[in-house]
């Protein structure tokens, strides 16, 4: 036992500072290197790496529960439940507001340098395009086929060239959207298109009317052209929105939704919201909310947050947060702090762009509901509108926070709809252009082994910074360290000696 303390404490003495400089420098490099993949890591998926690879690998070599086998069968169908509610949650919408390519996004490129639409936005368009704007028997129209081909190209170019070819066909209602989508530069000019698309798309929707019994082939091109026109028809309301037209629009979207009362996944009724909003006709806004904001319909941010807004309308120009706490809350503020708290559970990530605590970004053309895409898309036309509303945003600042104490775990259980999704995160960064800090929540904190690993890579750095400024001063620190380390072990050791026989001591060093 001697000869072993005594050879460590050679070896300790034999240790020159080089190499604490080198054994410290090593060590920092080593956990530099960790904290900095695992905060990559982190930022892209949202999750540490090291607790993963532990979680998923290492606690069922431990003997850990597997939580993905279902004990039972109840656990399994509330698993089926759950996953089923998880897909709806997390589908992804055409963005009823969304802009045009030529007039808007472009124009944006041009002065910016930047892309406001990510690949994946715009393949979700393509294939919006193929499923409203062609059918099977495309291929017996000339013209029709050439689009058929021009909504599948990648190139923006080749799909322009593409329209102008059909059009030299014939009169295609399809090659004047796509023109008047991707090639016009200013809404004049795309409203100028889609008329001549709407007189085309009539002519087709009426010859289709007529033969649409007439077999299968005949009820899919039926189905296409009533796309066809509908959205050429929403199109131009939009477009006189946007020049200012804003009854004619209302008009057009109410005589749209009286004729095709069905086509629901165009959500028209959000465009007549936010027409007859910057009417401030509010009359007509609780009208159509009284038919849409209804349980058995799906919700959104501009369903949620417009009644919100009609609730704090009735108050806010008044509303004081310091008489308030005095005497307490009326029932007119009561419910409209309470639409404010069901508008914040629906979609947690409005406040902010409202309020202006975040910058906005052009909207994408698909929104996932309840995350960031779908937040951004309902400020960037609908903040115009609370800042008319006097004291609406005072109010919203004041409450908008209390939802949280409500729901203190979202991911776990809701109060009002269903508890928040998981999979926001990953879809908004697939929605959303890379220069946008997406809105996460809830908001996720460092794991620990980023913290630990940069605790021990500024530690080993700081060691080997000292050790190379004061070597022997850090080496005489270092043996004293040891020493102390050891010194627990050497009693035990002591006292181990002094209770065992030398004999019996000496065969198990022997061992």
């Known amino acids: 036992m001697f000869g072993t303390e005594s050879s460590l404490s050679m070896f300790l003495n034999t240790l020159t500072p080089k190499f604490y400089v080198a054994l410290t420098g090593t060590s920092s490099l080593i956990s530099g290197l960790i904290l900095i993949f695992e905060w990559w890591y982190f930022r892209k998926y949202g999750t540490s790496f090291i607790e993963q690879v532990s979680?998923?690998?290492?606690?069922?070599?431990?003997?850990?529960?597997?939580s993905s086998t279902p004990s039972n069968s109840n656990s399994t169908n509330g698993e089926a439940d759950s996953s089923r509610q998880s897909v709806s949650e997390c589908k992804v919408w055409r963005n009823p507001l969304n802009l045009f390519r030529g007039a808007e996004y472009n124009r944006y490129t041009w002065v910016t340098g930047r892309e406001p639409l990510t690949y994946y936005d715009m393949n979700l368009s393509a294939q919006d395009h193929q499923t409203f704007f062609t059918c099977d028997?495309?291929?017996?129209?000339?013209?029709?086929?050439?689009?058929?081909?021009?909504?599948?190209?990648r190139n923006p170019q080749a799909r322009i060239s593409a329209a102008h070819e059909a059009l030299e066909l014939e009169d295609c209602a399809t090659?004047?959207?796509?023109?008047?989508?991707?090639?016009?530069?200013?809404?004049?000019?795309?409203?100028?298109?889609?008329?001549q698309a709407l007189k085309a798309g009539e002519s087709c929707y009426r010859r289709s009317q007529q033969l649409q019994h007439h077999g299968t082939q005949y009820e899919a091109q039926h189905r296409r052209d009533t796309n066809v026109l509908v959205y050429i028809k929403r199109r131009l309301a939009m477009c006189s929105r946007k020049l200012g037209r804003t009854r004619e629009a209302v008009k057009m979207m109410r005589?749209?939704?009286?004729?095709?009362?069905?086509?629901?996944?165009?959500?028209?009724?959000?465009?007549?919201?936010?027409?007859?909003?910057?009417?401030?006709?509010?009359?007509?806004?609780?009208?159509?909310?009284?038919?849409?904001?209804?349980?058995?319909?799906?919700?959104?941010?501009?369903?949620?947050?417009?009644?919100?807004l009609l609730k704090?309308?009735?108050?806010?120009?008044?509303?004081?947060?310091?008489?308030a706490s005095r005497r307490g809350l009326s029932t007119a503020e009561m419910n409209a702090v309470e639409a404010i708290h069901r508008a914040v559970e629906f979609n947690?990530?409005?406040?902010?762009?409202?309020?202006?605590?975040?910058?906005?970004?052009?909207?994408?053309?698909?929104?996932?509901?309840?995350?960031?895409?779908?937040?951004?898309?309902?400020?960037?036309?609908?903040?115009?509108?609370?800042?008319?509303?006097?004291?609406?945003?005072?109010?919203?600042?004041?409450?908008?926070?209390?939802?949280?104490?409500?729901?203190?775990?979202p991911l776990e259980k809701?109060?009002?709809?269903?508890?928040?999704?998981?999979?926001?995160?990953?879809?908004?960064?697939?929605?959303?252009?890379?220069?946008?800090?997406?809105?996460?929540?809830?908001?996720?904190?460092?794991?620990f082994f980023i913290l630990f690993t940069a605790g021990l890579c500024s530690f080993t750095a700081m060691l080997a910074l000292?050790?190379?400024?004061?070597?022997?001063?850090?080496?005489?620190?270092?043996?004293?360290?040891?020493?102390?380390?050891?010194?627990?072990?050497?009693?035990?050791?002591?006292?181990?000696?002094?209770i065992l026989p030398s004999s019996l001591w000496h065969q198990l060093t022997r061992i």
């Open 175 to 195: 090659a004047y959207i796509l023109l008047a989508e991707e090639e016009a530069t200013t809404i004049m000019e795309a409203e100028r298109l889609f008329k």
């Open 348 to 409: 947690p990530h409005v406040p902010k762009y409202l309020l202006e605590m975040k910058s906005l970004i052009l909207p994408p053309e698909h929104i996932l509901k309840r995350g960031d895409s779908e937040a951004i898309a309902y400020a960037f036309f609908h903040l115009q509108h609370w800042k008319r509303v006097e004291g609406a945003l005072n109010l919203l600042h004041c409450t908008w926070e209390g939802t949280f104490r409500m729901i203190p775990y």
């Open 255 to 308: 005589d749209l939704m009286k004729e095709f009362p069905l086509l629901s996944m165009f959500n028209i009724h959000e465009n007549l919201l936010e027409s007859l909003l910057e009417l401030q006709n509010y009359a007509d806004v609780q009208a159509v909310l009284a038919k849409y904001d209804d349980i058995s319909l799906p919700k959104s941010a501009t369903i949620c947050y417009t009644a919100a």
């Open 312 to 323: 704090a309308r009735a108050v806010s120009d008044k509303f004081s947060p310091e008489a």
């Open 55 to 66: 979680v998923s690998h290492l606690r069922p070599l431990l003997g850990g529960v597997d």
């Open 466 to 498: 000292l050790t190379h400024q004061f070597p022997e001063l850090m080496g005489v620190f270092a043996k004293a360290f040891l020493s102390t380390l050891f010194a627990p072990l050497n009693f035990i050791m002591e006292k181990v000696e002094s």
């Open 137 to 153: 028997s495309d291929h017996l129209r000339p013209a029709d086929a050439i689009m058929q081909k021009a909504w599948r190209e």
């Open 414 to 447: 809701g109060h009002l709809f269903y508890p928040y999704p998981i999979c926001t995160e990953t879809a908004d960064r697939e929605l959303l252009p890379m220069f946008h800090e997406v809105s996460v929540y809830p908001k996720k904190e460092l794991p």
